[in-house]
């Protein structure tokens, strides 16, 4: 019967379409087993990190991300208010208004907030490295970092959109503002910087004061200096055009 016929193609395809446009599996987290006095316990990676007081930013900055590193932040400043904060940044950046929530939440806690890029930093990532306590950012050596303008749509009536490109233009002005604070740039630099994409190796945000140091390996045990990157003199047949400056 027709009805007989139409329920095996709908299932046809249910099948087709389960078969081949299937959720990504969630990436396994691994589970570190310590020994203690009563017995062995389990804590999954990021839960032992915490206990060390590292927080990871890792992967595109959205609400689900910012709720979790605020959580963590604000539980590690009720553990302590003086032991720093080290906060691990491989992103490429997100919601600007998600990014603003850590930032906040950054500058609100009264502990240090020591960043560390490893891999890259791009976007609103690259604010969120800047932020951290001076003389506490840090970047691996091979780390890349990249400022932008915002960036965002809008759609429906020409007065709404007319109000939506005023709300990002004044995230903008917002937004140079705080490169400008951390970074110690005048703002007119910060504005001929971020107005198109900028990628920059990490001695060259060192020296435009996104971050304080470049890393190669963390202090030798009993040792309270890291190892750093020596910083090399620009060469002026390769590489990235240099900084706009103030004429």
């Known amino acids: ?59 595109p900055i959205d609400d689900s991300l910012a709720s979790l590193v605020i959580a963590q932040l604000l539980f590690l400043q009720s553990e302590s208010n003086k032991k720093p904060i080290h906060m691990y940044i491989n992103s ?3 919601s600007v208004t998600s990014g603003l929530a850590i930032y906040d939440t950054m500058q609100y806690v009264l502990t240090p907030v020591c960043t560390w ?25 091979n780390a890349r970092i990249m400022v932008h303008q915002p960036s965002g749509g809008a759609r429906g009536q020409a007065t709404d959109i007319a ?48 971050l304080d140091q470049v890393l190669v390996h963390p202090p030798p045990h009993g040792e309270d200096e890291p190892r750093l990157v020596q910083k090399e003199l620009p060469n002026s047949s390769s590489g990235p055009p240099p900084i706009p400056s103030v004429p």
């Not at 139409?6 to 589970?31: D, E, F, K, M, N």
């Not at 490893?118 to 950012?137: E, F, H, W």
């Open 117 to 141: 890029c490893v891999g890259q930093a791009a976007s609103m990532g690259s604010l969120l490295l800047a932020a951290g306590a001076p003389g506490m950012r840090h970047a691996l050596p």
């Open 1 to 59: 019967p027709p009805q007989r016929s139409l329920r095996w193609a709908w299932a046809g395809a249910r099948r087709c379409l389960h078969g081949t446009v299937s959720a990504r599996a969630p990436p396994l987290i691994p589970i570190v087993v310590e020994q203690t006095g009563r017995g062995e316990r389990a804590y999954d990676i990021y839960s032992r990190l915490l206990r060390e007081r590292i927080v990871c930013v890792m992967g």
């Open 163 to 210: 109000i939506q490109a005023e709300e990002i233009l004044q995230l903008k002005r917002q937004i140079n503002g705080l490169y400008a604070k951390h970074t110690g740039q005048p703002l007119p630099v910060i504005e001929a910087a971020m107005e198109r994409d900028r990628y920059l190796s990490p001695v060259e945000a060192q020296e435009f004061g996104l």
């Open 92 to 94: 490429p950046g997100g």
